[in-house]
Structures are given as C-alpha cells and as structure tokens.
C-alpha cells in the first residue's frame, strides 16, 4: 500500500486502483465528476470530465490528468477543485453542449435531470458559445422498450461499452470518424435485427437522454423507489422499484449489487406490466353448479377450513395434500409446509422446486452431503475452464450467461455440453452434443478420458474421498465404442474436453435441467460430482459445482422443507432427536410417515385416497407432464383450491380460487442459485381483492385451530433461524443489501464456498452408475422415431402467464419447433410451416423453423404459449431415484399440418 495526497491531506492507496477510484473511495463518488466513466466498464478516458490536477511536490503547478484511467501510484499530490479545473470543465461541457438539442439542456419539468445536465446546472452553462452543430445519425426503429435520439448523444461510448463488456452482445457501435461519427444499432438502426436482448444496461449507463425506455426510468421523478429481487429465475438480481401514484411506474437494477452488479434481464427491468393488468384476479371464487362466483374473504376461508376439516374427519389426514412453489418466497413455503405437517398431520408436501431440481439435491447430498451450489457467481472470473452441462444460461438465467460469455471472451476455456447448439456454443472451446437422455453415457467417457490422461488429483482423492478405486475400475470397464454409439458424440471431442477441464487449475462447472429433468438424472448429478471430485475441482474459489436454479426460490422452497420427505433445513423428521426439535418449535405432535410427491398426489386421486388439493402458485395443469392424466386426476377430487394471479388452466378446474399478491406486493426473503439469503420487499399495497399468499396460509391455519399469528415475514425468519441450522444468524435486518449466503453462523457469518476442509459426510463418496435407456426410447421409438426436448426463451418465463401480458409479447409472440433440415426435407416440412407433433400420448401442432442448431432426428421447442399445451406430449417417465419427470426425453413422430 502506498500514499497520495488528495486537496493536502494524505490517504492510503490500493494496488491497482485509479486515481478517480483512490478519490471516490475516501471522499465519495461526487468528487470527481465523470461522463465517460462508468465503475461497471473498463477506465476510457474519453470525456475528459475527471481531469485533476496531478505533481509531485505539494504547492507545485500540477499537470491537468483524466483520473478515470491514472494509477494512483507514486505519492502524488492530487488536487480536485481549483479555478483552472473549473474552467477546463465547463469548456469541455460548452464543447458537447455545442451538439446537443438546446431546448434539452435542462430537464423537462417533473423529471429529474440526466448525469450530462446536473453537470451543466453545476457549472451554469445554459448555453454554448461555440456554433450549434447538428448531431448526425438517425433515431432507432421502433422497438417495445428502447429507444434511442442522436441528438442527445455525446459520444462517451458508454452504451458501446456496457453492451460489449457486461452483456457481450455488441449490438451498438460508433459509425464514420469524426463530425460525422454517430452510434449506430447494427447496420439499419433496428434494435432488434442487430440481436439486441434488450437488457436496457445501455439505457442504465447512458448520462443523457441519448438512450432512453418506455418507462423513462432515468428521468422519472418517483415518489419513492423501494429495492427488492427479481422473481424470474434463480439468479436473484436486485432491482429498484420506482413508484407513482401507487403504481410500479419503472424498474432499473441496483448499481453495486454483488449479484448482479447493475445488470438485469428484460425480464427483471422491464416485464413488470403484469401486475396492473386487468387480467388479474380480484376476488375469492367459489364454484356453486358449475359456476365459478365471486365471494367475500371470510367466507371462502371459512368454507377451504370448513371442507378440509370435514375431508380429514371423514378420509383421514392423508386424503389432503398441499402443492407449495418456488415463486412465492421462503416465509410463505416455510408456512404452507408448517400447515400441512401441523394442522393437516401428514407430509403430503411438495413443489415445483423438488420437481424440477431434486436430483441435485439428492445426487449431490449423496457425493458431498449438501445439495447445493458449492460456489458464488462472482467467482467465474477466476476459473480456467467453465463447464456447462444441461444448460442455456444466456436465455435462462441471463446475467449469468453474461458473466460466462464475458469469462469466455476474455479467455477462459468454456465446454459446452447440450444437444443444441445454443449462443453459449459460439463462444465454447469445445461443444458436445449428445442424444437427449444420454448424459450418463457422455459422463462415463469424460471420466474415463480424465483417468487416461492422468488428471485425477490423487492427493485430493486420496485425503477427501472414499470408494475411488472401485470406482475407476467400473469406469475403465465400458466400452467406449458402445458409449460412442449412445451418446452421438466422437470420442476425439470427449478427448478435448477432458484435455481442457483437466488441464485448468480451477474449473468452474454449472449444470441446469437439462441433466436433471432425465430417467437417470440423479445418476448424471452423481456422476458430474465424481468427475469434479476426482480432478480436486471443489472446495476452492472459482472451482465447484453450482447448479442454475429454474425459478427464483427453487432453493429456498426446499430449504423451508416444500418436499414430502424431508422437513425444514433438510432434517429427517424421522429421527426421535428431530423429531422432538419440530416440535418443540410447532408446539405440537408432527408426522413421520413420508408423504407423497406430485406424481404419487396424481395416483392417490385416481385411486380415490386422496380427496383435496392445495395448490399455491402452480399452474400444473400446463407444467406437468402428461397434461391429460393430470386434467384427469384432478377432476376427481372432492375438493381443488388454487391460489393464482390470474386465471390458469388450473383455475378451471377449481372449486376455490383465491386472488394472491405478486411479488411486487409482498415482503419476505428469496434464497438465489448460490445460496444466497435476500430480502423482498413490497413496492406497493396488494391490488385491492388480493393477499399475499403467506396471509392466507395463516388465516387458514388460524381457522383451522392453530395459534397462528399474523403474517409478519421479519417474525417468521426469526422461527426458521430457530428451524433450520444453516440459517441460525440470519436476521431481517443483517440481510438488507447482499443478503447472506447459507450457512450462515449465528453470529452473522456466512459462507462463499462450501467444503473448503471437509464434505459434511464427512469424506466425498465416488458413486458409479451405467447408462441405462428411458423406457419412453425403448418402448417407442419404433413408432415414434424423433426425440423431443424443451427448454425456455429469454423472453418469457415458463407458461408465460406473467410475460404473455407485458410488452414482451411483442419481441415472441408464439413458441416454434427447430427441425434438422435433413429431417425437414425428408418430412417434406417448409420453413414457418405447421406440423402435427405426436406422443404416445398426445397431439399437438407448431410452427416450424428449420435449423441446424440441431442434429438429425432431434427436435426442440419451448412451452410458454398455452394454446400449444406441449405437455401434452410429454410422459409418465420420471427420474429413478427423486420422481423429477423426464422432460427432456419425448419420443414424437411429425407429419406435415
């Protein structure tokens, strides 16, 4: 650490740090005034704004300096405010008022000025001397969101740079040199054709009006800005909400946030319209002769409290069960689990989160003795090598897939493992893309090839793990030429891949549903787990295994113990010790029978054992597989009550509706993809006629007999602190900012990475499996000779039943079906043509694009239109070991529509 000496007093400098850095730091951001600069992008030194006067002798005329990209090295005297530093300022800002617009040098009234006009008011220029010039260039096209004037551009090329370094999308450039030069948006000014993802981090960075979005979220004078997380995916971005007149009026990202440092989706920053569409429901429903009718509060919970006691007196407890969901935040899953396992008396509990990512929980619980993301998202910079198996982070978790392509782009070594060729694969050393359903084969290959090749960290292995030896030999006993078969995959580019993430001194893996959502998707965990094990790849910054989380608390709601085996914090409520602890907490007697899972909830009610169903948040009837035999179920309940924001395919089949709070008007925590514990809070009142749907837990169990209190999410994270180990020192309080990341010590500490001295087993066990065929290959592929695999666009989320109503409808407005052009000639398929796409057990039609992005005999589409009622196709196959239904693996046949 050196010095430098700022307006003569001394301060202590950090390596590597600028003198516009040194400076903000001890003095604050203001000191300086920036236009260029950005703490987000790389120092650039365009503007000329920072200038400080720079020598080496106190009292000695200084040189004029840009701070912005100046070490601060060397004890140098640095001096921020002077009269010849004004005036070299306001001549800069004359110069770039000079082009621009002079009706626009002041903010228009009721708006908050830009960064370029508080910096014209400070220095009282309301006016240029020089000529007025004329900016060139041309506004963009029309687009949903964004917007763009060249008028008020003043080149800083700080819109260039956020899309080129945070997004890695270099949709923006400058054109011609210059009087001439202008931002361009691809070649004809169109957003949209230059590949724009529209995650308006241009429109954050820029300090004019130059770029600008519909919601004018810069500019607008709010009448307060509430911070909060994002509800769309596992990544948890931080978001400012602005709010006028009671309304959500704009959304920005939070500046700094460790998560997300800025950045957002156009999910997160722009998809928020759906919470003030009229399509939301206001109203409890009760259906009375078939018709579904409008109730008040009191009396459609106390006729759901009423049925329910009557259902549990009449058909035992079992008959209940109870559907939580990983959009509604941990407070609200902790208390739909506590309800069921306290008031009903059985653990018929689950959720989406189990069934989508249980098998990494359990595979990983099985290797390291915890299921969860072993590492933090801000360590990709450091990794070597990233690996990426079963997942589209770019459009599935889109700031993440950011980071990763930026990491890519600067030189880490990126393999991609996904049957389609994705925007990832364009950056990635190696791609391989083997057949839907045969990641454990691909698995067997990699380890085989890292042991051949000598990358195993045998002193790692030999201190860390058990069952090594046994291991390596069931590995080196496959046939490669069968496993080459298999997986659709040469052996030369396993070889490479092995070469690359053996070879890296800190490999960085992150898998998503494209391994889990498999008939042997606990396996492929399991097995990705040894391959990370055996190369020393855990437990070290920028190593681990880290899986990207679908929604935005899938690890939260299992954290709070949404799952039928499993209570709170991941406890065996099996064991008399745990038991005990529940219910002391609960204050009341708990079950230990294991409860049922979603598919086991479908087959009680086909039988008749199971009577009613709670359902909060979900919409199964569009996001389980075989839609049919899940309409069918459900039809036999006595009783169905569903919990929504608007009116689903689930609500149509309900006996009771009840209208719930978006996440924008609730408060409580979100757990993220990598452990980490944020606080949500509520931006505006519930929409008149709703809850949040933790309030109406409550107030069941408060009708039901339970002493229950209020809903009050600060009091309820006190009762999981008490629950759950891994969050002991969590407080509302200690969470506001980052958050925390669990296990979280009781006096405040939490963890970055886990298993840095030991697994909690307390030694990593290897677990070998051999590729085993889905039966829905087996029994189907000679009548149904295609495979069809799902996944999600960057534009919607899901079923889409937010996104449908916001103006992302506008940039995808309907899902499509990627063919192989072999495939579509020999089908006699055109281009945006239709075809009948068919299952063992369901028919459905989409419209078609021919790509490459697959290979011959693949198929690929998206499930977030409804009309399209994909699952229709999708099987009762589910994983062996955690029931996580097989998504990814649809046997179809096509003929043209």
């Not at 400058?174 to 361009?184: L, T, V």
Request: charged share 20%.
């Amino acid at each position: 650490m050196s010095q430098i000496t700022i307006n003569g007093t001394a301060y202590p400098t950090i390596a590597g740090e600028t003198l516009y850095e040194s400076v903000s730091r001890h003095l604050g951001p203001d000191e300086i005034p920036v236009l260029c600069h950005d703490p987000a992008l790389e120092p650039f030194g365009a503007c000329r704004i920072c200038l400080v006067e720079v020598s080496r002798k106190a009292g000695e005329m200084g040189r004029l300096i840009a701070s912005c990209h100046t070490p601060a090295t060397g004890d140098l005297h640095v001096t921020t405010r002077s009269d010849r530093l004004k005036s070299a300022r306001k001549g800069i800002l004359e110069l770039l008022a000079s082009n621009y617009p002079a009706e626009k040098l002041k903010p228009v009234a009721g708006e908050i000025p830009t960064p370029f006009q508080k910096l014209l008011h400070d220095y009282g220029i309301e006016h240029s001397r020089y000529p007025q010039i004329e900016e060139p260039g041309e506004a963009a096209k029309p687009h949903p969101y964004l917007r763009f004037d060249p008028a008020e551009c003043i080149h800083c090329y700080r819109c260039i740079r956020a899309c080129d370094e945070i997004q890695g999308q270099f949709v923006l450039s400058m054109a011609n040199r210059g009087m001439k030069s202008h931002i361009i948006q691809g070649q004809a000014g169109d957003f949209g054709e230059a590949g724009c993802v529209s995650c308006g981090r241009c429109v954050q960075t820029c300090p004019t009006n130059a770029l600008s979005d519909r919601y004018r979220a810069k500019t607008l004078q709010a009448d307060k800005t509430v911070p909060t997380v994002c509800t769309y995916c596992g990544v948890g971005c931080n978001l400012e909400v602005k709010v006028k007149a009671g309304s959500v009026a704009a959304i920005s990202a939070v500046e700094g946030a460790e998560v997300n440092q800025g950045h957002t989706c156009l999910k997160g920053r722009y998809a928020f319209e759906y919470v003030h569409h009229p399509d939301r429901l206001t109203s409890p429903l009760i259906r009375r002769d078939g018709e579904l009718v409008e109730v008040g509060w009191d009396e459609a919970l106390d006729f759901i409290a009423e049925r329910l006691e009557n259902i549990k007196q009449e058909h035992g407890a079992d008959a209940i069960a109870g559907i939580s969901s990983a959009r509604c935040t941990n407070e609200e899953n902790y208390l739909m689990q506590k309800f069921m396992r306290t008031v009903i008396g059985n653990n018929n509990i689950d959720g989406c989160a189990r069934v989508c990512h249980s098998p990494t929980a359990y595979g990983m619980r099985q290797v390291y003795g915890t299921g969860a993301a072993t590492n933090s998202i801000d360590e990709i910079p450091l990794a070597d090598c990233l690996l990426v198996f079963g997942a589209n982070p770019t459009e599935a978790h889109p700031v993440t897939g950011a980071r990763l392509k930026q990491a890519a782009i600067k030189g880490a070594k990126l393999i991609i493992v996904d049957p389609r060729r994705s925007e990832l694969s364009k950056y990635a050393a190696c791609h391989l893309q083997p057949r839907p359903g045969s990641n454990v084969a691909l698995l067997n290959m990699l380890c085989r090839y890292l042991i051949v090749l000598g990358y195993v960290d045998q002193a790692f292995v030999d201190s860390r793990t058990e069952g090594f030896d046994e291991f390596k030999a069931q590995v080196m006993a496959q046939d490669l030429d069968r496993l080459e078969q298999i997986t659709g995959v040469a052996r030369t580019d396993v070889e490479q891949a092995a070469h690359i993430y053996g070879r890296a001194q800190r490999a960085m893996a992150f898998h998503g549903l494209g391994i889990t959502e498999h008939y042997q998707g606990s396996r492929a965990i399991m097995m990705l787990a040894d391959l990370i094990m055996m190369t020393g790849n855990i437990g070290r910054p920028g190593t681990g295994m880290n899986p990207l989380r679908g929604q935005n608390n899938v690890q939260g709601a299992v954290d709070m113990g949404v799952q039928p085996d499993l209570g709170a914090g991941y406890l065996d409520y099996k064991q008399p010790e745990i038991k005990a602890h529940f219910e002391q907490i609960y204050g009341t007697e708990i079950p230990t029978q294991p409860g049922l899972k979603i598919p086991q909830m479908f087959g009680a009610a086909r039988e008749g054992k199971l009577k009613a169903l709670w359902i909060m948040g979900e919409d199964i009837l569009q996001t389980d597989p075989n839609s049919c035999e899940v309409k069918y179920s459900l039809s036999l309940l006595d009783l169905l009550i569903v919990q929504e924001l608007f009116m689903t395919e689930t609500c149509s089949m309900a006996d009771v509706i009840l209208p719930a709070a978006s996440f924008l008007e609730k408060s409580g925590t979100f757990t993220n993809g990598e452990r980490r514990i944020q606080r949500v809070n509520a931006a505006i009142d519930p929409l008149p006629g709703t809850r949040p749907d933790g309030e109406i837990v409550s107030n069941i169990m408060q009708r039901m007999g339970y002493p229950q209190g209020s809903y009050d999410p600060p009091k309820l994270l006190q009762e999981i602190a008490q629950v759950v180990p891994f969050f002991a020192g969590v407080t509302w309080e200690n969470l506001e900012g980052d958050g925390k990341q669990w296990p979280v010590a009781p006096d405040g500490t939490d963890t970055q990475i886990l298993h840095q001295e030991g697994f909690k087993l307390p030694k990593g066990q290897f677990r070998f499996f051999e590729f085993q065929e889905s039966p829905e290959i087996e029994e189907n592929a000679a009548s149904y000779p295609y495979i069809l695999t799902t996944s999600r666009r960057l534009e919607h989320y899901n079923c889409g039943s937010m996104t449908r109503r916001t103006p992302n409808v506008e940039l995808v407005d309907h899902d499509v079906l990627l063919i192989n052009p072999q495939d579509a000639e020999r089908e006699g398929i055109d281009e945006g043509g239709r075809v009948e796409i068919s299952s063992s057990n369901g028919t459905t039609h989409l419209q078609v694009r021919i790509s490459d992005e697959v290979k011959p005999g693949i198929l690929f589409t998206t499930f977030h239109f409804p009309e399209i009622a994909i699952n229709h196709l999708t099987s009762g196959i589910f994983d062996q070991e955690s029931m996580t239904p097989e998504y990814k693996v649809v046997a179809v046949r096509l003929a043209p529509a």
